[in-house]
């Protein structure tokens, strides 16, 4: 069974970075399609943040791009967002989330349980 | 930017009631398109990939059509397990991933 599990500060001061970490068990990171983030604000919808593919590649929401960041270590089985120079706009619950089971390339099939992280001084 | 415009934004409906959400994009996806529940503090699932198709596991009382600019999503008898947000996502331009608005859905 595949598992992701985000862990990191639930509290971020404003224009610092945020970094979260996304565990994965049941599944090589290296043979998903790709791996990413969503973000959802509070009472309010989906954003995808970006996403990072088994070549390496990432891609990233036009909207956050000079802010983010997403690697991956493969050795840990991890992958990780930084967005840096955050405000009280980036408050929100973040899901990594990965491709790589049967419902088709653009589909998400896997996601962690979400972890809300706070920007306030 | 391709945007998905999803109706309505909440609805409230009887236990066995059919209920349908639609899903309208900015420009032709094809059938790119994906259909995910939400229940409350919980991550989405995903529902229905490709338009059309039923993710492993999930019921038949829910199906999805469409293809093109048009989209529906549709429960045949509402469940009371069935509460939660529906949400659209394109992904026509992947890697670019965009999401409707979502859909409340409440038992009456």
């Known amino acids: 069974q595949v598992q992701l599990q985000e862990s990191g500060p639930g509290l971020v001061k404003p224009s610092e970075t945020l970094s979260l970490t996304c565990a994965v068990s049941?599944?090589?990171?290296?043979?998903?399609?790709?791996w990413g983030w969503i973000r959802q604000p509070p009472g309010k919808g989906l954003e995808w943040i970006g996403s990072i593919y088994h070549s390496g590649s990432t891609y990233y929401n036009p909207s956050l791009k000079s802010r983010v960041t997403i690697s991956v270590d493969t050795s840990k089985n991890q992958f990780s967002l930084k967005l840096s120079s955050v405000t009280a706009a980036d408050t929100a619950v973040y899901y990594c989330?990965?491709?790589?089971?049967?419902?088709?390339?653009?589909?998400?099939?896997?996601w962690g349980q979400g972890t809300l992280v706070t920007v306030s001084s | 930017d391709i945007q998905m415009t999803q109706s309505p934004s909440s609805l409230s409906a009887s236990v066995g009631d059919r209920v349908t959400i639609t899903c309208q994009a900015s420009q032709d996806i094809s059938n790119y398109l994906n259909w995910y529940q939400q229940k409350p503090g919980k991550a989405p699932k995903l529902l229905i990939y490709?338009?059309?198709n039923l993710e492993t596991g999930v019921p038949s009382r829910f199906s999805g059509s469409g293809s093109g600019t048009d989209f529906t999503f549709t429960i045949s008898s509402l469940q009371p397990e069935d509460i939660a947000t529906y949400y659209c996502q394109q992904y026509d331009n992947l890697p670019r991933l965009t999401f409707g608005g979502g859909t409340k859905v409440e038992i009456k």
């Open positions: 490709d338009a059309s």
């Open positions: 049941g599944y090589s990171i290296s043979s998903g399609y790709y």
């Open positions: 989330v990965g491709n790589g089971g049967g419902g088709g390339e653009g589909a998400l099939d896997y």
